[in-house]
């Protein structure tokens, strides 16, 4: 049998009207969750994240400097899904306020070279990136 031959590529660009752009950016997202209600609450209390039904869903908008995405709830099992990370200014005291709201922690605060990050849990129990750039 013949050996395979690698070939390195180089990383495809977008395409955007038919010019190369930067990679493309995260710009939604979206959380499920059994309970809509409760997990609007909570996130708009714990961010200040404004929120607006649209139809079956709640749609969030996190400000000038955010992403925007949905809260929704799909009315079968997948009610629990998400993974993003928000930027803070203060993980310890964002970690304090989301246990003030019921919220719980997956993992504590870790320090890396560029920052520190931690990962909270929601009411629903969704896991939600926090970080604060140094």
Known sequence: MAAR???KTKPRKAKVRGKATEP???VHFEIGCAQRDGAV???SKLFGWKTRQMGPVVSV???SKGIGGNI???GYQAFQYTMFYVAVNDVDATIQRALE???KI???PVKIPTGTF???LDLEGNTIGLWQKD
């Open 106 to 108: 997956m993992v504590p």
């Open 118 to 120: 931690a990962w909270i």
């Open 61 to 63: 908008d996190t400000g």
């Open 5 to 7: 031959k690698t070939v």
């Open 24 to 26: 493309c950016p995260v």
């Open 41 to 43: 609450e909570f996130y």
């Open 72 to 74: 929704t709830t799909l």
């Open 101 to 103: 709201l019921g919220g």
